[in-house]
């Protein structure tokens, strides 16, 4: 809609004649025709004093359709902060799932340490029969081969009547030991 058109609305609108709105702007009822016929147009000073006086923004008054930008911009806004929730929400989730993962890795992974050297390794167990722990530490040369093993008493107790050369097999047999009774390693 032409200025013209939308300022002859808007008088029409606000009740006013063209001399009542020509007298609260200082201009000549014939500008307000000059200007609803769009032979002429107001300048910048006159548009403000119109928009005050019609009681609508300039924008209004040159048909700018600013409440529909608004309101698309409003509802734009709306949806990047929905999409913005649920990439936070995704995020939130992977945080915690690979925090559980790492949880796990550690309690899995820490079980059984194995510290590897050139010429030895050193498995440590930890055991768990009746709600006790038992520790049981076993030095192991890079053949295979026992070169030491101590731990808890209660595994020495059990220990001690048999033999073992390799470490991999006395370590089978600890974990089997507490899994028949009832217990874990």
């Known amino acids: 809609m032409k200025l013209g058109d939308q300022l002859f609305k808007l008088r029409k609108e606000a009740k006013l004649s063209q001399e009542q709105l ?27 004093l119109l928009s005050k006086t019609l009681n609508v923004s300039v924008d209004e008054l040159l048909g700018n359709d600013v ?6 911009k409003v509802s734009n806004t709306e949806k990047l902060a929905g999409i913005i929730i649920k990439i ?13 993962i790492a949880i796990m890795s550690f309690v899995f992974f820490n079980r059984v340490k194995v ?10 167990l930890e055991c768990k029969l009746d709600d006790k722990e038992y520790d049981y ?9 026992i070169v030491e093993s101590n731990g808890s008493a209660y595994i020495s107790d059990f220990l001690k009547d048999q033999e ?3 470490g991999k097999m006395l370590v089978q047999y600890i ?6 009774n009832g217990g874990s390693c």
Do not use: C
Request: hydrophobic letters at 40%.
């Open 137 to 145: 530490l076993i030095e192991i040369d890079k053949d295979g081969n």
């Open 115 to 124: 510290n590897t050297e050139n010429t030895s390794q050193t498995v440590y």
């Open 22 to 48: 020509a007298f609260e702007i200082g201009v000549t009822r014939q500008t307000i025709s000059n200007w609803e016929l769009n032979e002429t147009s107001p300048n910048p000073e006159q548009l403000k």
């Open 88 to 100: 936070l929400k995704v995020m939130a989730i992977l945080f915690l799932f690979y925090l559980l």
């Open 67 to 72: 409440k529909q930008v608004l309101v698309e």
């Open 164 to 166: 073992f050369k390799k």
């Open 175 to 180: 974990e089997s030991y507490f899994k028949d």
